[in-house]
T-cell receptor, first 112, second 118 residues
Framework: GEDVEQSLFLSVREGDSSVINCTYT??????LYWYKQEPGAGLQLLTY?????DMKQDQRLTVLLNKKDKHLSLRIADTQTGDSAIYFC????????????FGSGTRLSIRP | EAGVTQFPSHSVIEKGQTVTLRCDPI?????LYWYRRVMGKEIKFLLH????????ESGMPNNRFLAERTGGTYSTLKVQPAELEDSGVYFC????????????????FGPGTRLTVL
């Protein structure tokens, strides 16, 4: 079935790295995504990775994909207060490429 | 360029009433999507329009929900009659080309409408 799971909360000290994890069940994923939602704002696409890639790096963001374990992670280096938000893991499938399947979101809070 | 806009930002209604949510996509985007997030759970796909036609409405929960996109511009989502379990945040998104998010295929999301049914 279509299922994307992620933990609900993560608290990180400012300046440390944040790692948000996600697992998915469907092996026919095409792309996997990380979206960010700040308070009062819409969903912003942070980054995405094609399913045949293992890693993607974009400035402070590193995405790791383990297809065997169906595990996706987002690492944010040097976490700042502006990174406080809800992060949603998501995927699209070959069978329905325009329908995004989201997880429940991980709320990242930054402590001084 | 204006992003996806949604109206209202918040709506509080009583069970049994009717509510209509509106979404204005980015100008020129033929594809429009509705999603909702209920009770802090995952965001779930509701339906996808291509211009004024419903391409995929597999996520619509029941016949109390009616989505329209007359003229292929803005879209409305009507809930009639509203039930307690309809409370949540309703997101709208639009894209130029349907399919995979990334580059010009990216789905751009609005800020959402928070619906509370009492």
């Amino acid at each position: 079935g279509e299922d994307v799971e992620q933990s609900l909360f993560l608290s990180v000290r400012e300046g440390d790295s944040s790692v948000i994890n996600c697992t998915y069940t469907d092996s026919s994923s095409t792309y996997l995504y990380w979206y960010k939602q700040e308070p009062g704002a819409g969903l912003q696409l942070l980054t995405y990775i094609f399913s045949n890639m293992d890693m993607k790096q974009d400035q402070r963001l590193t995405v790791l994909l383990n297809k065997k374990d169906k595990h996706l992670s987002l690492r944010i280096a040097d976490t700042q207060t502006g990174d406080s938000a809800i992060y949603f893991c998501a995927e699209t499938l070959y069978s329905s490429a325009s329908k995004i399947i989201f997880g429940s979101g991980t709320r990242l809070s930054i402590r001084p | 360029e204006a992003g996806v806009t949604q109206f209202p930002s918040h709506s509080v209604i009583e069970k049994g009433q009717t509510v209509t949510l509106r979404c204005d996509p980015i100008s020129g985007h033929d594809n429009l999507y509705w999603y909702r997030r209920v009770m802090g759970k995952e965001i779930k796909f509701l339906l996808h329009f291509v211009k004024e036609s419903k391409q995929d409405e597999s996520g619509m929960p029941n016949n109390r929900f009616l989505a329209e996109r007359t003229g292929g511009t803005y879209s409305t989502l009507k809930v009639q009659p509203a039930e307690l379990e309809d409370s949540g945040v309703y997101f709208c998104a639009s894209s130029q080309i349907p399919g995979l998010a990334g580059g010009s295929n990216e789905q751009f999301f609005g800020p959402g409408t928070r619906l509370t049914v009492l």
